[in-house]
């Protein structure tokens, strides 16, 4: 696509989500949400005050996340991640299940209360890697660090200077550092880590924690404690369990299913894919682990359909208003 076709792509979807933006204000849509039927699985990251794209494109403010919630009760039946795959569906309503992936403390924070606020279910798929002795996601540490960092870094004998979006991107090849680094186990993560810290110790920022900061082993067992919420797993350091070795991705299906049932004290039988990445073997794998749920967000193939254990999730859009969200979680796409 080239630059004029992207603008003009760009520019067609601003204007149609303007359109569907005044035919919600004028209650043109109202018929719509109330005789919308069928079901959808949505996937939430991270909740934040203000400033929702200061570092992850998936953030949404508190505020923002409140009004999902009030138009939910308004129109939507919400229902659990166990409901959902036992088909326990409204038959006068649109349904749908919410989860969180990542594990962020803001999560406790913002999230749990207003769940218990407005009554409403939620899974949240956490990682181990508070076991690993971090409080942070490579990811997230990488991409926080890069905006704060040096505009050059050499890594493992590779040059990166940033681009426009503050990724490191490398001289040799034009491959970012996040894709470079997400091919490979934790210990090379572990050491980018060690390695740019000191260049960029943004954990000194007070007002940036929310953005980063893993929930600890007590907030996890207080939002396990809450009827309204059910924890599942989502690997032990946050691999992308598709692209590194079988017998590694194995060793975190099961390190971080073990790690979150000594905290909760509960079974953990489901498994939210990080990155929706996987492949056959993965899915055979964390099966043999004793996962019987596994969400991806878009499948491989058609043959995922009909695994019982499978389920597909959409990604809730930060760049769209509430009304074009809603509209495009029924859907089920955002064209």
């Known amino acids: 696509m080239t630059l004029s076709q992207k603008i003009r792509s ?13 035919r919600h204000t004028l209650g043109m849509y109202e018929g719509f949400y109330r005789s919308a039927r069928g079901s959808r699985i949505l996937v939430y990251h991270g909740i934040c005050e203000r400033d929702h794209l200061k570092f992850n494109t998936l953030f949404l403010t508190r505020k923002t996340f409140e009004l999902h919630l009030k138009f939910y009760k308004k129109y939507f039946n919400v229902i659990s991640l166990d409901d959902y795959y036992q088909k326990k569906f409204s038959n006068d309503k649109f349904n749908i299940c919410l989860t969180f992936d990542d594990g962020f403390a803001n999560n406790h924070k913002y999230v749990w209360p207003l769940l218990e606020k407005y009554q409403m279910p939620a899974t949240f ?8 002795g971090y409080d942070i996601l490579w990811n997230d540490f990488l991409t926080i660090a890069s905006k704060y960092g040096p505009n050059k870094l050499h890594f493992k004998g590779e040059f990166y200077t940033k681009d426009r979006h503050n990724k490191y991107i490398s001289t040799f090849n034009g491959l970012s550092l996040a894709d470079r680094l997400g091919g490979y186990g934790f210990d090379e993560k572990a ?7 000191p260049l960029a110790p943004f954990k000194t920022k007070q007002s940036d924690k929310d953005y ?12 396990s404690a809450s009827t309204f919420v059910t924890i599942g797993a989502h690997s032990y350091y946050h691999n992308d369990l598709a692209r590194i070795d079988i017998h590694d991705a194995a060793e975190e299906l099961s390190l971080s299913k073990g790690y979150l049932e000594h905290i909760i004290k509960k079974p953990i039988t489901s498994f939210a894919f990080p990155y929706g990445s996987y492949n ?8 043999s682990a004793g996962y019987e749920q596994l969400l991806a967000t878009e499948f491989n193939s058609a043959e995922d359909y009909k695994d ?3 389920r ?3 990604t809730v859009n930060p760049f769209i208003s509430v009304n074009n969200q809603m509209r495009a979680t029924i859907t089920g796409s955002y064209e």
């Open 280 to 287: 056959n073997e993965v899915i055979e794998t964390a099966k």
């Open 191 to 197: 050491e980018m880590m060690k390695e740019l810290y």
């Open 212 to 223: 980063w900061l893993q929930m600890t082993t007590e907030q996890i067992k207080e939002l």
């Open 125 to 132: 798929f956490i990682t181990a890697i508070q076991a690993a």
């Open 312 to 314: 597909k999730r959409l």
């Open 308 to 310: 019982p254990s499978m």
């Open 10 to 22: 760009k520019l067609t979807r601003t204007a149609k989500n303007l359109l569907m933006d005044l």
